[in-house]
């Protein structure tokens, strides 16, 4: 059976730095472009990266550029999520997700084209 988990959350000041990982166990990540997302209740999933496979090919939401860097481990089965100079707007419920289309080179970060997501790890910015 399949699981995608999410860890690496807790509080972190605005202008820090936190690493969110996302393990997947069940089958193989490797052929997978990988997103990390981010929603806070009651809103729409937002798009935050996404990687394709080895890694070649990474996109960015225009608000995270230049301070989070996502990068993927296929040997661990592992993405990660590098958030650096965080802002208080940055405070949200991450997820990570696989694209539903194997060896798909599509990074764009249209939540619907995800599928099985993990259950979310928290991040709240805050003095």
């Known amino acids: 059976q399949w699981q995608l988990v999410e860890s690496g959350g807790g509080s972190v000041q605005p202008g820090g730095s936190l690493g969110l990982s996302c393990v997947v166990s069940?089958?193989?990540?490797?052929?997978?472009?990988v997103g990390w997302f981010r929603q806070t209740p009651g809103k729409e999933r937002e798009g935050v990266s996404a990687?394709?496979?080895?890694?070649?090919?990474?996109n960015y939401a225009d608000s995270v550029k230049g301070r989070f860097t996502i990068a993927r481990d296929d040997a661990k089965n592992a993405v990660y999520l590098q958030m650096n100079s965080q802002k208080p707007k940055d405070t949200d419920i991450y997820f990570c997700?696989?694209?539903?289309?194997?060896?798909?080179?599509?990074?764009?970060?249209?939540?619907?084209?995800?599928?099985?997501w993990g259950q979310g790890t928290q991040v709240p910015v805050s003095e």
């Open positions: 997700a696989y694209h539903y289309k194997n060896n798909s080179f599509d990074t764009g970060l249209a939540a619907r084209n995800y599928d099985d």
């Open positions: 069940g089958f193989s990540l490797d052929s997978y472009v």
């Open positions: 990687i394709g496979n080895l890694g070649i090919s990474t």
